[in-house]
């Protein structure tokens, strides 16, 4: 062998959890399309999107997304998205409390009922709002450490960490 490592093609399974107005969708779409889209429409069910990132080694990461609905009508179908997902991304907004408290309540759910090896991450959106910011970023840290879960603050609006959020799971699958 030249010590080059074959080229592999990995799917990953990745769910979007979170209250309604978090910034679920424009997450995925800035990561997707590297758009913005400050009029985004909430979602109705779930939608889907995939994206394929290429590694140095020649291997290839085909993400595939759901995008669930935040409203409490919705609640009941995300079993439907996050049984056999590799991934679920918790995402708050780092100006709303409420959305915190409403990540925990996630995070709870999926460590009753998903699969134990389920990897969960917890995201702070909203980053450019500091000026608005009403949960510290220890905090959301804090939780994530205790709950065995990889954190980060995000912005979609900016760009700030979407993509080091998604090529931070590559290395778990490969
Ligand atoms: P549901 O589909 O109802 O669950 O909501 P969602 O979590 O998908 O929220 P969505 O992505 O539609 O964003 C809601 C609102 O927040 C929109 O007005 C976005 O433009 C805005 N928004 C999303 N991300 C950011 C961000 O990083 N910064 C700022 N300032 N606004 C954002
Ligand atoms: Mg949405």
Redesign the pocket.
């Known amino acids: 062998s030249n010590g080059v490592p074959d080229a592999k093609n990995l799917r990953v399974k990745l769910v979007l959890l ?10 995925v ?1 800035r990561f997707v399309r590297g758009q ?8 109705i069910g779930a939608s889907f999107l995939s994206q394929t990132i290429a590694l140095q080694d020649s291997t290839t990461v085909k993400f595939e997304i759901w ?5 409490e009508r919705y609640a009941a179908l995300a079993p439907l998205y996050y049984r056999g997902a590799a991934v679920a991304v918790i ?1 708050y907004d780092i100006t709303s409390p409420e959305s915190f408290n409403k990540a925990q309540y996630w995070v709870k759910e999926l460590q009753k009922h998903g699969s134990p090896d389920i990897v969960l991450a917890l995201v702070g ?5 500091h000026e608005n910011r009403e949960v510290p970023v220890q905090d959301g840290m804090d939780y994530a450490e205790k709950n065995g879960m990889f954190f980060i603050e ?5 760009a700030d960490n979407i993509n080091q959020l998604f090529e931070g799971f590559t290395s778990l699958f490969y």
């Open positions: 979170g209250d309604s107005g978090v910034g679920k969708s424009c997450i779409l913005f889209d400050p009029t985004s429409k909430v979602t995008d669930t609905a935040g409203q995402v959106n909203k980053a450019d709002l995000t912005s979609a609006k900016t």
